[in-house]
């Protein structure tokens, strides 16, 4: 069995992997569909946490989604994508990086049962059913042929990937148009979308300083 080398620079490492990954087409498209279904469940989950319920989760193959809900506290609901997917993301990579290895397959199997439910319960069209059974079938090959500390490498990838496409994406919202998270929110507290993205931007770069001071403990 592979031994697990630590080094302190080991977050670093895999930050810079991610950011190289984001620039290669094929392989970013995976871990952006996931970040992307992070944040649409963000903001599913916050919907029924705040008394509502979803009516149903839609993926597009450019990386893009919605999640329709009713009832529950549209500010939160509203907040929830961004900074979900921030916590999401580093909660994979901090439960993975502190984990025995071998319990990496159970944190793989949790995964893919959360990806199977949203897909059998609010699953809208073609593309999402392709997209989360994309997802599924990746997750399940690596569940079943990769080593436990592969696996545990693979997870702190998503955890970081997912967490640094969190910190970016917000800054699409300075588009001068009126969609988006952002502008919902300006329009719901008359606060200006800036200060939202400001929002979400110190919440991510905060996480990724929380990673960095847990790893080098």
Wanted: contains cysteine.
């Amino acid at each position: 069995m592979a031994q697990e080398v630590r080094s302190p620079h080991r977050l670093i490492y895999i930050c810079a992997a991610a950011i190289i990954a984001d620039y290669i087409p094929v392989m970013r498209l995976p871990f952006v569909w996931c970040e992307t279904f992070f944040h649409e469940i963000s903001h599913g989950l916050m919907a029924i946490i705040t008394g509502g319920s979803i009516v149903s989760l839609t993926l597009n193959y450019d990386g893009s989604g919605l999640c329709v809900s009713q009832g529950g506290l549209l500010l939160l609901i509203s907040f929830a994508g961004y900074f979900g997917s921030v916590v999401w993301g580093g909660l994979i990579y901090l439960l993975s990086d502190h984990m025995n290895p071998r319990y990496s397959h159970m944190m793989m199997g949790m995964l893919i049962t959360m990806l199977l439910l949203v897909l059998v319960m609010w699953a809208d069209k073609v593309s999402t059913y392709i997209i989360l059974g994309a997802m599924i079938v990746l997750f399940s090959a690596m569940f079943k042929f990769a080593d436990s500390l592969l696996l545990k490498t693979l997870l702190q990838f998503i955890g970081v990937f997912v967490l640094l496409d969190a910190v970016r994406s917000p800054m699409a919202l300075i588009d001068g148009l009126d969609r988006g998270d952002g502008w919902q929110l300006a329009d719901i507290t008359l606060l200006p979308e800036f200060v939202w993205i400001g929002i979400w931007l110190l919440s991510g770069l905060t996480m990724l300083f929380i990673l960095f001071r847990v790893s080098y403990k």
